[in-house]
């Protein structure tokens, strides 16, 4: 495999080595409030080579802020056995190694635990310093792989997730957890084949889940020359809506236009309705799977009544990543965030009462990804800031930008000078220390 791949080359180019720096230079001046660990996951295969952009091995990178100061920036591999051992995730006969993976997609805090996750396998556990402690399965109860994308409720505290397999039914699993990590439901959901589901949606009253045409694909697989999914023209796009009060009862589903969506950016229920806020591609891998359609922002509106959903495009700019404060997830969020990539990057704030959407341009060459909501006060959806790992082409170096999320359009409030580069990647977290 050559290195020539655009998985891997630029600032998809994976980085070589572990570091730790301490006393890091700041251009302006980090909220004093903030005190805790900026953290984010991405693909960085520890040969500099993989087969796909999402198949990298997990490499945390963590910024240590305190009272004002960046007190450190240290990135760690997740020591997964496959990093480890070469363990595959599958074996040739089908095997799914749930101790196996990458770890290489999120990494969220629940009960005290830091962890790792990837979609195809368990969490991994870290400690405070991203060493890894091993592999999570809520003390022996989780059977399948852990969604990267699980949610917290804010009410209760709860962790819902799912886990989905390839090769054997149950497809889908849906699981939930209790706020001290007790995993006390796993419940099958009939699904007629394997497909690629990598986000989901929560709201008070209701779990949703996205059917869509990206079906696994066995002559993909063999091949091993990308990811194991098809779009498939023949597989209609769905959503399933279960009650959160009757987690065993039925599923309903409702179609709609065929598409696919990796991120949500929030749901919410309504009288007698459930909205939902997605980035939407309008279809993805057809032939290949090193290509992208490009994905904007749309709202489904789910009729409980008359069982149809309302679909409705809410912005023409092309973005990913989206983010609201976590302290409402699946509440009425009335801003959201999303990232802006191409040859000039932004940070997109909507409103989504009014449809109003303000942006901060970062510049040419300057490029950010997913940007994490950190609270200034206890107040959900009050003021905050947002933080992001931003890619500089001119300088071939990182920056953690910290800006002030009312005011999107002015200067950062701070700028975290990187001792070195940090590849584009995933998913991240700001996890506060009170």
Same mark, same amino acid.
């Given at each position: ?29 980090? @909220? ?13 295969? $520890? ?14 990178? &963590? ?58 396998? %368990? ?6 310093? !991203? ?18 994308? @699980? ?22 699993? %849906? ?21 690629? $589901? ?61 598409? %696919? ?19 939407? %591609? ?30 409705? $495009? ?7 990543? @989206?983010?609201?404060?976590?302290? !409402? ?54 003021? &905050? ?37 940090? @590849?584009?990647?995933?998913? &991240? ?6």
């Amino acid at each position: 495999m050559t290195t020539s791949a655009p998985h891997l080359t630029g600032n998809y180019a994976p980085v070589t080595d572990e570091l730790t720096a301490v006393d890091l230079p700041v251009t302006g001046r980090i @909220p004093a409030e903030l005190t805790g660990w900026y953290l984010r996951n991405g693909p960085n295969p $520890q040969a500099a080579a993989s087969r796909h952009w999402f198949v990298g091995d997990g490499m945390v990178h &963590g910024i240590r802020i305190e009272n004002g100061r960046a007190v450190s920036y240290r990135n760690r591999w997740v020591r997964t056995a496959t990093f480890t051992d070469g363990v595959r995730t599958y074996d040739e006969s089908g095997h799914h190694n749930l101790a196996a993976g990458v770890a290489n997609t999120h990494v969220i805090r629940h009960a005290g635990r830091t962890l790792a996750l990837v979609e195809s396998s %368990y969490p991994y556990e870290l400690t405070c310093d !991203l060493d890894t402690v091993g592999p999570y399965d809520f003390d022996g109860a989780l059977r399948t792989a852990m969604t990267a994308h @699980p949610k917290t409720c804010p009410v209760t505290g709860e962790l819902h997730f799912f886990g989905y397999e390839l090769t054997v039914a149950p497809f889908l699993t %849906y699981h939930r957890a209790d706020a001290q990590g007790n995993l006390l439901l796993s419940r099958p959901i009939d699904v007629p084949a394997a497909t690629m $589901q990598h986000d989901f949606n929560l709201t008070a009253e209701h779990v949703v889940f996205m059917d869509l045409p990206v079906v696994f694909d066995v002559a993909a697989a063999i091949a091993g020359t990308g990811m194991p999914f098809r779009w498939s023209d023949s597989y209609p796009a769905r959503l399933g809506v279960l009650r959160r009060d009757d987690p065993h009862g039925a599923v309903r589903w409702f179609p709609i236009e065929p598409c %696919y969506v990796f991120h949500t950016l929030n749901a919410h229920d309504e009288p007698g309705r459930i909205v939902l806020y997605v980035m939407r %591609y309008p279809q993805l891998w057809r032939d290949e799977s090193h290509t992208f359609e490009k994905s904007t922002l749309w709202r489904w509106t789910i009729d409980l009544a008359a069982g149809t959903v309302a679909e409705e $495009q809410l912005d023409d700019r092309v973005a990913e990543f @989206p983010r609201v404060d976590d302290r !409402l997830v699946g509440l009425d969020s009335r801003i959201g965030h999303a990232a802006v990539a191409g040859d000039s990057g932004a940070l997109l704030r909507y409103d989504l009462h009014t449809g109003a959407s303000s942006a901060h341009e970062f510049g040419p060459g300057r490029i950010p990804g997913e940007a994490v909501f950190a609270p200034a006060d206890e107040k959900p959806g009050g003021d &905050g800031y947002l933080m992001t790992f931003v890619y500089d082409a001119a300088t071939d170096g990182s920056e953690l930008a910290i800006l002030d999320a009312t005011d999107l359009a002015a200067a950062p409030l701070a700028t975290v000078h990187l001792p070195r580069r940090v @590849p584009f990647g995933f998913h &991240g977290s700001w996890l506060a220390d009170r």
